[in-house]
């Protein structure tokens, strides 16, 4: 009778984590920054059709990092439980810190029981309804992980030299375009800035009222990196 081949609990979830972090690092990375009208997502993406920067509800927008598909699902999901949400009790009742957390709970749990762990980082970001209040930034990992960040949140494979960038070169209440040259340049990751047709930019905008949520793009993305 032939002896189980036996891994310890330890060294799994170390080979998870080496195999997340791994295939996360391939893509390319994202900024969000906290600036004067609320909070703004700036990613590298060349692709015109497939958005890593998505709305989830009125003040709440979603963004990842990774394998498309894993987080195009998880962001699905994400929408329909807070459309349920709101529908249910109200639309105040939507949040991003508990949309944060029930990522973390999914992603936890097929960390730990699945053979294969999700290769995506998210951020779930809400802006808050007034200048003097606070906009949320929750950054959650491939193991389920919450990170609650101030100022700036940064995901992708370079994220520890992008966030030395960024301790160095950031400063509150930013102007909307000065923020997205800032997130253009630390993506460049201090050699130089990506260009309008690698960016895909959005800002969540209080000014906005309810739906706070809106691309840009085009000719005014231009305007913004000149």
Known sequence: MSMPFYVSPEQVMKDRAE???????????LVALECAIGVVIVADNASRTLSKISEIYDRIAFAAVGK??????????????????GYSYSREDVS?????????????TVFTHEMKPYEVELLVAEVSATPDGNNELYHVFYDGVVIDEQNFSVLGGHAES?????KAQYTENLELGAAIKLGANVLGNGEAALTFERLEVSVLDRDRGRRTFRRIKGDELVQFLS
């Open 19 to 29: 195999y997340a972090r791994k295939n996360i690092a391939r893509g390319r990375d």
């Open 68 to 85: 498309y598909n894993e987080f195009q699902m998880l962001k699905v999901a994400g929408i329909r439980h807070a459309d349920m949400k």
């Open 96 to 108: 991003a810190r508990e949309l944060a957390y029930a990522y973390a709970q999914t992603l936890g």
């Open 162 to 166: 992008i966030t030395e960038l960024l």
